[in-house]
């Protein structure tokens, strides 16, 4: 069982950062690939970014590639994602969830946060 818990949403301008960080508790973090998702409201959740569990594999969607990077801290029990050159359409909920194994399919992750607003003015 892993819980987890999204950080560092917000409102930020075009062009702007925010660092997004989800904490994670129970066992066996270090063995999860950990993802990040996004949703907007009649929207499919979409895959944003995913690391391996060593951090050494990561994987993006195309429309953030070069904006977004994620990285993990295994000591620490958290992953983040940091995302730079924030557009309008950036603007959704951000989830991160955690798997068995490195995926970009929603339906390939066990267990979810509850989401932090990123909102992204023009």
């Known amino acids: 069982q892993v819980q987890l818990v999204e950080s560092g949403g917000g409102l930020v301008q075009a062009g702007g950062s925010l660092r997004l960080s989800c904490a994670a508790s129970g066992r066996s973090f270090s063995s999860y690939g950990m993802g990040w998702f996004r949703q907007v409201p009649g929207k499919e959740r979409e895959f944003v970014a995913v690391?391996?569990?060593?951090?050494?594999?990561?994987s993006y969607a195309d429309s953030v590639k070069g904006r977004f990077t994620i990285s993990r801290d295994n000591a620490k029990n958290t992953v983040t994602l940091q995302m730079n050159s924030l557009k309008p359409e950036d603007t959704a909920v951000y989830y991160c969830a955690a798997a068995r194994g490195t995926w970009t399919i929603v339906t390939s992750y066990a267990y979810w946060g509850q989401g932090t607003q990123v909102t992204v003015s023009s």
């Open positions: 690391i391996s569990w060593s951090g050494g594999s990561t």
